[in-house]
């Protein structure tokens, strides 16, 4: 086996592309969006019309590139340094486009992916999967489809929903058969405008501001038979059910965790560059061991997180299965990472950390959610727990 950490000329021409995206178009408009909380749409239409969208990442004959998983972990990382809540607009049309592929037929998915690669049009995706009383526990959702001669009827609340209510395209979980238990589960592509989606609530949030957070209610939403997505049961097709919503996490926590690693890695470089031009006590403050040694364990760290997401990349441009849960490890310590580096690098600027003079105390609130979202730090853990006990998996040196 060859272990290679090298990148391809391709790979390392996109996460330049995606730095420089990041430092000219992101940086300086990242405080305003945080302030106002505003959609930040011509930096997401800028980006998605360089290829830096996630349907750049689509096969190419859903009209993507087919560039693989792996650049697109370096490409969320590279955005999300430039700012969190401004690179989850860039990447919320993945919410959509996970779930297409994850459950959509093939009809489906030549009929509805395409749609997002055209760079002149913003095609911006939602997911329905969280409400007010089913958080960790999503499959004990109370979000009802019913079956009508010509589709199904949608009724129920979604809560916490990157994109509610403005997303061209929902990716709507719900229940169509409580006594089938997650069986019952299926997805449905439900289109902006259709009769019966309202937005509630917008949500005024600690961080990642930037991004649009709001509730989705279904109030008798009609939608057509041919929205269900993986078609419609049969004897020979029992459909995705709960699996596919498990799949469609599965496959975005790997990016989650770039993000993460993103903010941790901003974070540390600010730090140590304060480090290195303040002076106390007649010396620069990385060299009293209390910073430096603060500093070196904040690069250990975004390091190791780095080589866990890279190697779920890695994987899963293989064609390898997340056996020992590799999606959830890489998402699971990128995401406590950043709360870490966030923290300590306040603590090397003191009290100038604390002030929104600087940028450090942002994105310290841009990291809490990465331990909460696509599954929180507690749910990563037992994911990862059964997959390492239930298996009796060990790591093999030889």
């Known amino acids: ?63 993507g590139q087919g560039l693989d998983f792996l650049t697109e ?9 430039g700012c969190a809540g401004i690179a989850v607009c860039v990447q919320s049309m993945a919410l959509a486009i996970a779930g297409i592929r994850s459950s959509g037929t093939e009809e489906q998915k030549k009929r509805w992916l395409p749609e997002f690669t055209n760079p002149d049009r913003l095609v911006l995706g939602g997911l329905g999967l969280t409400e007010p009383d089913s958080g960790s526990d999503a499959l004990s959702m109370k979000t009802r489809a019913k079956r009508v001669s010509d589709g199904y009827v949608l009724n129920g609340t979604k809560q916490f929903c990157t994109n509610g209510g403005i997303a061209d395209y929902h990716v709507i979980y719900a229940n169509t058969d409580p006594t089938k238990g997650p069986a019952g589960i ?18 005024k949030k600690l961080g990642v ?25 049969d004897a020979d097709n029992a459909g995705p059910g709960a699996l596919g919503a498990l799949m469609t996490l599965e496959a975005t926590r790997p990016g989650v965790g770039a993000g993460a690693l993103g903010i941790a890695r901003a974070a540390y470089e600010f730090a140590l560059d304060y480090a290195q031009d303040r002076k106390q006590f007649g010396k620069p403050l990385w060299q009293h061991e209390a910073i430096g040694f603060k500093l070196a364990d904040m690069a250990m760290k975004i390091d190791a997180a780095r080589l866990l997401i890279w190697r779920a990349g890695w994987m899963a441009t293989q064609g390898r299965p997340f056996e020992r849960a590799e999606g959830s490890m890489a998402k699971c310590f990128a995401a406590d990472v950043a709360m870490e580096v966030t923290t300590d690098a306040i603590q090397v600027l003191g009290g100038y950390g604390y002030i929104k003079e600087y940028p450090v105390e942002k994105w310290f609130r841009d990291a809490k959610i990465y331990q909460i979202w696509e599954g929180t730090a507690e749910i990563q ?14 790591i093999k040196i030889r």
């Open 186 to 203: 299926a997805s449905f592509l439900v289109p902006k405008g259709t009769n019966g989606l309202k937005m509630g609530r917008k949500e």
């Open 209 to 233: 501001r930037a991004s649009h957070t709001a509730q989705v209610i279904l109030e008798d939403c009609h939608i057509p038979l041919d929205h269900r997505l993986g078609g419609e049961p």
């Open 381 to 394: 853990r037992l994911v990862i727990s059964r997959a390492i006990a239930g298996s009796r998996a060990s």
């Open 73 to 81: 972990l370096m490409l969320n990382e590279e955005l999300s340094w």
């Open 1 to 63: 086996m060859t272990l290679e950490f090298s990148l391809t000329q391709e790979q390392e021409a996109i996460r330049d592309l995606a730095h420089e995206f990041a430092v000219n178009e992101i940086r300086p408009v990242a405080a305003h969006f945080d302030e106002t909380e505003e959609f930040p749409y011509e930096v997401v239409k800028k980006a998605h019309k360089l290829g830096l969208s996630p349907a750049a990442f689509l096969p190419e004959e859903y009209g």
